[in-house]
């Protein structure tokens, strides 16, 4: 909290005095960010002042500080400091729970909201294209079910296309689409095959005619990789 923040919040409360006083009012009529803090803070704790209900303090025991005060002599320095005192009290019972209300206010959030949990990390698999210096970018986002594939720098050659696959250890290749060269292309992935992706998993890149596989099988791979956590 800054520091004028604090002086909007003490003011909206009713707990400042003296210099302490003239100085905030003084501010209220030259600042008007000022004055839209004190007004934030008086909004926000209007609602929790209706919940704190009137107290009385017990009435022999104003009895015994006006008894003290008329007791004392007039002008002393004890007399002064005694009011000083009472009066202190008066604030600290009248705003204690108010206080205790804004701080909790303040730290609430803080010391009750749990931090969010923290997602899968995400996994990746680079792969050297043969006969190039290009390499071919896998994602796998398993929070959101994505898998991102960025082939930049890849060419078409009107000829043929590349096709990544999913390599489970107890089947058969999966295919996880046709590479678009030169492109990033992310794609969200049914359950069934998500759960095939995991680290560890083998992803390999196949040469296959124009439209890719049509018997579900890979044809010649040119690459493979293994995902791996971030």
């Known amino acids: 909290m800054t520091e004028p923040d604090l002086l909007a919040a003490e003011l ?20 008007p960010a000022f004055v839209a803090q004190v007004a934030d803070w008086e909004g926000k704790l209007a609602p929790l002042f209706d919940e704190i209900g009137p107290v009385e303090a017990d009435p022999a025991l104003w009895a015994r500080i006006a008894g003290a005060l008329d ?7 004890e007399v002064l400091a005694l009011r ?3 009066r202190r009290w008066q604030w600290t019972a009248a705003l204690s729970a108010a ?10 959030p803080v010391l009750l909201t749990p931090p ?11 792969m050297e294209l043969p006969a ?3 390499r071919l970018g896998v994602t796998w986002m398993p ?6 594939v960025s082939a930049a720098g890849m060419a078409a050659d009107g000829v043929h296309d590349h096709e990544l696959w999913v390599v489970p250890t107890n089947g058969k290749p999966l295919s996880l689409g046709v590479v678009v060269a030169g492109a990033a292309r992310r794609v969200q992935l049914p359950a069934a095959l998500a759960a095939q992706l995991g680290a560890g998993a083998t992803v390999a890149l196949s040469v296959e005619a124009i439209g890719g ?17 971030t």
């Open 84 to 86: 000083r005192a009472v």
């Open 12 to 31: 909206a409360l009713g707990l400042l005095d003296g210099a302490d006083l003239l100085a905030a009012r003084g501010r209220l009529a030259t600042d």
């Open 99 to 108: 206080a205790a209300l804004v701080i909790a206010v303040l730290t609430g």
């Open 71 to 77: 007791a004392a002599p007039p002008a002393g320095s």
């Open 213 to 229: 596989s049509v018997s579900g099988i890979p044809g010649p791979v040119v690459a493979s990789a293994k995902l791996s956590s």
């Open 116 to 126: 969010p949990a923290a997602g899968p990390a995400p996994m990746v698999a680079s």
């Open 143 to 148: 929070d959101r079910g994505e898998l991102m």
């Open 132 to 134: 190039t210096q290009l």
